[in-house]
């Protein structure tokens, strides 16, 4: 009982190790990182955003990208090779820097055909900026990391916001066009454009430069989900293709490849927990269970034949005490015992005929029958044996089974 209790203890002190070598923390620690990633419940995550997509867009197909633009939106075109014409909108929350030049050119295309681009990021990618003729700047001098989110129709004015938690503001400081139209601002200490509509042939694109908005964290804060429902307002109500943060791509192909899923629960505390502790418990199952479960069965050897070694220690003991005669008159019973069992002859009368029978059913040669008889015959007939009588007596009867 001690020693299950030590093992018991050991194996507790190595699951806090391994625990605490994993970085794990028995306390909750909030994560902050900005990964806008679509399946990700953490504060910068947008999943609550994504899911709300369907009440947002009501009636209207949701699809999900996994691939880059210029992959996805080439092959659903009207002269591509998908399964449809991609139509309505498309939405980028942050994370757009990927984008490259067949990337841009593609979206461009998209939005001449009547279709909308919705872009939030702090800072687009260049070769879209530089396309539109537009000018970012970025100001860090904000009080208290607020700042006042606001649209330019006062009908939306119940919808501004505040939000916390900034390092800074990117702002238009130039927006090209008269045709560029103002939607909203961004004010710190002092006012400025952070939220545009551009007309593009048939199509426009709207670009917003603060993507914590439609984080986890914002939407769930008081009524900040407002202010979403403000921006969306300027999307028409159409199929959304909302672009994926949970791929991985080669930047001319756009080749994918999802992340795993089992990468999403290891993000989550309490899965991650489950799912270590029942890998430790699946080991020491394993290492207990190896174990014998029933009493060791011992090994019975067989009862060994000692009858040999019985009859070499009786005759030595004969031999050395020189009792001549006993050996000689068990010898000739055991010989004859023999005859009696292989041959089945009557060994009471050891005469001609017994001889002429022996010779017969043995195949030996009849001189040596004859010769090991007579002298089994004359050993009968004396009282008093000498060694030299019984090592005569042994080389006849060998004599006799080795031919």
Same mark, same amino acid.
């Given at each position: 009982m001690k020693k299950v209790g030590i093992i018991i203890a050991i194996v507790v002190v190595a699951i806090i190790l391994i625990v605490k070598s994993m970085g794990f923390s028995f306390n909750r620690v909030i994560d902050w990182e900005e990964s806008f990633n679509e399946k990700s419940t953490k504060p910068y995550g947008v999943s609550v955003f994504y899911k709300e997509l369907p009440k947002l867009f009501k009636?209207?197909?949701?699809?999900?990208?996994?691939?880059?633009?210029?992959?996805y939106l080439y092959a659903n075109s009207l002269d591509g090779y998908g399964e449809h014409e991609a139509t309505g909108n498309f939405i980028i929350i942050c994370n757009s820097d990927y984008l490259d030049n067949y990337d841009i050119n593609e979206l461009l295309e998209f939005t001449s055909r009547g279709n909308t681009l919705f872009i939030s990021d702090y800072f687009p990618a260049q070769k879209l900026v530089d396309t539109l003729n537009l000018q970012i700047e970025y100001n860090d001098k904000i009080k208290d990391s607020t700042s006042q989110f606001s649209f330019t129709n006062t009908t939306l004015k119940e919808k501004s916001t505040q939000i916390d938690k900034l390092a800074g503001n990117y702002y238009f400081k130039s927006?090209?066009?008269d045709s560029y139209k103002v939607l909203g601002h961004v004010k710190d200490s002092i006012k400025r454009i952070n939220f545009i509509e551009i007309p593009h042939n048939e199509g426009k694109i709207v670009l917003h430069l603060e993507p914590k908005v439609f984080t986890n964290y914002n939407i769930l804060k008081e009524d900040r989900y407002k202010y979403i429902e403000g921006v969306l307002n300027y999307l028409p109500n159409e199929d959304v293709y909302f672009d994926s943060y949970t791929k991985m791509f080669d930047a001319y192909y756009g080749d994918v490849k999802k992340k795993s899923n089992l990468g999403w629960f290891l993000e989550q505390l309490a899965f991650k927990w489950a799912w270590y502790i029942a890998l430790i418990l699946t080991l020491l199952f394993m290492i207990f269970n190896a174990k014998r479960r029933q009493r060791i069965i011992k090994t019975i050897k067989p009862l060994e034949n000692t009858t040999l070694r019985f009859v070499k220690t009786i005759s030595n003991l004969y031999y050395e005490t020189e009792d001549h005669k006993n050996i000689v008159?068990? =010898? @000739?019973?055991?010989?004859?015992? =023999? @005859?009696?069992?292989d041959y089945n002859l009557n060994t009471s009368k050891l005469d001609e005929e017994f001889i002429e029978k022996l010779t017969q059913k043995s195949g030996k040669g009849k001189?040596?029958?004859i010769k090991l008889v007579k002298y089994?015959?004359?050993?009968?007939?004396k009282n008093e044996f000498f060694e030299e009588n019984l090592i005569n007596l042994n080389r006849h009867i060998e004599a006799f089974y080795s031919k």
């Open positions: 009636d209207k197909k949701i699809r999900t990208i996994y691939y880059t633009p210029s992959t927006i090209g066009q008159e068990k =010898k @000739i019973t055991y010989f004859l015992e =023999k @005859i009696r069992t001189e040596e029958v089994i015959n004359w050993l009968r007939s």
